[in-house]
């Protein structure tokens, strides 16, 4: 069973920098799209950021200080988080939509790292 496990959340206060990773377990099979949500208490779901291959696409309130990148050889997703704002707090949840056949994918999630910047 393919699992998507996060690391490098954590408390960081404003204006610093945290990386988180997203690494796919049990899995060698070719990654399509993955990517970043984020969640906070009384907010709704918002995507923060997406890779497919080369291409990235970012939610307007991070532009600028978030990086997504992926390591296809190591099926691992990386957010650098850069200028932190207490708004940016949340539970950040990755995910991967991962090849299982030709014309088959599924989407796995990880289990969620809690990102809190102090102000």
């Known amino acids: 069973q393919v699992q998507l496990v996060e690391s490098g959340g954590g408390l960081v206060q404003a204006g610093g920098s945290l990386k988180l990773s997203c690494a796919a377990s049990?899995?060698?099979?070719?990654?399509?799209?993955s990517g970043w949500y984020r969640q906070a208490p009384g907010k709704q779901r918002e995507l923060v950021a997406t890779i497919t291959g080369d291409n990235t696409n970012y939610a307007d309130s991070v532009k600028g200080r978030f990086t997504i990148s992926r390591d296809n050889a190591k099926n691992t997703v990386y957010l650098q988080m850069a200028s932190l704002k207490p708004e940016d707090t949340a539970v950040y949840y990755c995910h991967a939509d991962i090849w299982v056949r030709v014309g088959l994918k599924n989407r796995y999630w990880g289990q969620g790292t809690q990102v809190t910047v102090s102000s």
């Open positions: 049990g899995s060698i099979l070719p990654i399509n799209t």
